[in-house]
């Protein structure tokens, strides 16, 4: 058998994902296995044990990313496969356990057929990549890669209970000693569950992803005046619920206005006092906006910020902002982008390139090595849901498209 | 000295005003004093004792209402005076307990000129007229007018714990035995703060309040699809949030369309998932309509309706509404509500005509008897919050026309 013959076992990779799936289960469907709970633990036990099983060498770094490498017949960089095993609080089975739990598949593939790689590989399991109790999110990539300090993350504390990182890496067990930042890779591949309808609605089995889009996300905090709904005439209110409405239709014609792929989303709104029969005096509210394109997407800054400066005015409200985060966009490596189409040809799979509108530990990797994505479809675009969904098949081909792009990088 | 002479003593007044408001006193000021609360227990206790040192006679009725009797010359339906105790969560000092610690002072100022009244005198606190814990607001005057029978009221559920009205009545000993509905009043008076801006901006001292708006409260929910706000295409979305937006836009235009004294607020946004990065998939918000003209109101409910139906149709969303509250315009009796200016122009008081914005227990009693309200200034029309605050000056110029317009009718 020749390393071009090979296709992973299918049963094999379901049933992982499915064992894996049973740590932090929800009752009715999906898993909430947050970054650094006891469910992540679990979770992080059962991978590195398989790991080992594989033979391969496991490396816990100082932010409990988890590397486990399988040695080439060269030294040097290796090429490595990855993703992330925490989820949001009601998430699927497979966003990010998929890039993972394919890439042990991969080794085992290879291990079963005694094929040597020239370079090393790896799999990796970055910690927090979802950012759903500790912001931000990507966090384990940004440390593993150095954009963010050991030291920063640690500090970073929980929305909910306020422990830090770091007390909840100790807590389980999961701080290791291999130094982050500055990593020696050849390249990175993720496998990843396309999160959005576009492979779905077109009946596509393989998205190769050419790259992430900017994300921009601003906390806009507005102070009115707070007074009787029944007594104020609409003449004298400062209603800072009527700034959130305004926004979130503003958002929409804004998106069409810069076209493209250009998203926007008022996701969160919190009025105070929230009660039927007062003017809201003051609101806390998110827009999120996302672009391929940087310039674009700066452009869809400046015409949210003139908008709320000019409504601040014309509403007697104080209107303040607040940058959550902001990501330029990504472009991805564009030999391996071809490599992915090669592969998704070579093995009959319908495919085509398109963009990532979520974040992923790809964009941050990108940083230090090529990069690229695989994408499989998402059942109706939906995620962060338990009734996120991909059809086994689709799974499967994902994997193989994985293992036929990482023989072409590793030899 | 003869009663067309007399005059409230306006330190005492002021005195026990101060005394109720450290009852449940906010740091920073204002006051949290919510229905059957053990703050509404302490207020109870201390109004019921300053009436029983007045000699009046008391009664609590089965749904807490309080009741103290002064005895006229003749026997026959009394002239009451009256309004609540109870606060919204952060309310201020005299939204309610004005109206009812100036009847008091009112009882007293006719005891120390011993003076009697032909008809007999009654001062009442209602229970609930905030419905800030148990719906509807003003469910005491409901219950004691007839409207709302005990049955009904006794079974309602707060909003927060899920105990009920009943529970809460006899936790706190204020479950009477007098009977509710069908009361034999000559007339009613309610002296209260305007909760508006209209007195303050005018320079005036005293409303005679002609009748109070027609209340319409809605709550809207609804039913769209939760997704990722990335990897969703704007024109895939079926956004929960995007509907409460579009309604606050519509609903201030709306006010603007119907004219008048009409006005709409969204005073309350729940959305769910509520989170930066995800497109809401579902969304509960509240829609406040008020008018003094019925016709106007229905016009504007109707309006609301058809563009929350178009937008369901538009969006791909499921709306339904549940209406919260409905209340017809009242108008009050018109020779009280002259007998109030001429008392006013009496006292050399500045006045003007308004219809109240706030519902008041004035409009559940007025359809038992002739009723009608007498207003003193909102400082900047602010209420419902720590900061509102009437002149005391203005405080006791609406008890001497409260006594006023009380001697004309118990005569």
Chains 1, 2 share one sequence.
């Not at 991978?47 to 040695?71: A, F, H, K, Q």
């Not at 109790?133 to 929980?158: I, K």
Request: proline fraction near 4%; charge should be negative.
């Amino acid at each position: 058998m020749t390393a071009r013959n090979l296709n992973i076992d299918g049963q094999r990779l379901l049933s992982r994902l499915k064992a894996l799936g049973e740590i932090g289960a929800l009752e009715g469907g999906g898993v909430c296995r947050l970054a650094l709970s006891d469910e992540d633990r679990l979770a992080r036990d059962l991978v590195t044990s398989w790991m080992r099983e594989l033979g391969l060498e496991v490396r816990i770094d100082r932010l409990g990313n988890i590397v486990g490498t399988r040695p080439g017949v060269e030294d040097g960089p290796p090429v490595m496969m990855g993703s992330h095993i925490d989820t949001v609080r009601t998430g699927g089975l497979y966003d990010g356990s998929l890039g993972v739990l394919a890439g042990l598949e991969v080794v085992e593939t290879l291990n079963d057929a005694g094929i040597a790689t020239r370079r090393p590989i790896a799999v990796a399991a970055f910690t927090n990549e979802e950012g759903a109790r500790f912001a931000p999110d990507m966090m384990g990539s940004l440390v593993f890669e150095g954009s963010m300090s050991v030291e920063e993350a640690h500090a970073v504390t929980a929305v909910d209970d306020g422990t830090t990182v770091g007390e909840n890496l100790a807590r389980i067990g999961y701080e290791g000693v291999a130094p982050c930042g500055a990593p020696a890779l050849h390249a990175f591949l993720e496998l990843h569950i396309e999160q959005g309808p576009v492979l779905d609605e077109e009946g596509l089995v393989i998205g190769a992803v050419e790259g992430v889009q900017g994300i921009s996300w601003t906390e806009v905090r507005v102070a009115g005046v707070s007074n009787h709904a029944g007594t104020t005439p609409m003449r004298l209110r400062h209603d800072a619920g009527y700034v959130a409405g305004a926004t979130i239709g503003f958002v929409r014609e804004l998106a069409s206005l810069i076209g493209g792929d250009q998203v926007a989303t008022v996701g969160r709104i919190e009025l105070y006092p929230n009660l039927v029969n007062v003017v809201p005096g003051s609101c806390t509210f998110t827009v999120d906006l996302r672009n391929s394109d940087e310039e674009c997407l700066r452009e869809a800054e400046q015409r949210l910020h003139a908008f709320l400066d000019d409504l601040a005015t014309r509403e007697g409200v104080e209107i303040t902002r607040h940058a959550l985060a902001r990501f330029v966009p990504t472009r991805f490596d564009e030999d391996m982008v071809r490599l992915i189409e090669r592969s998704a040809a070579a093995l009959g799979h319908s495919a085509r390139r398109l963009s990532s509108g979520a974040g992923h530990d790809a964009q941050i990797i990108a940083r230090a090595c090529p990069a690229a994505m695989i994408f499989v479809p998402s059942h109706r675009g939906i995620s962060h849901n338990i009734d996120e969904h991909t059809e086994p098949d689709h799974l499967v081909a994902g994997a193989n498209v994985l293992l036929g792009t990482l023989l072409d990088l590793a030899d």
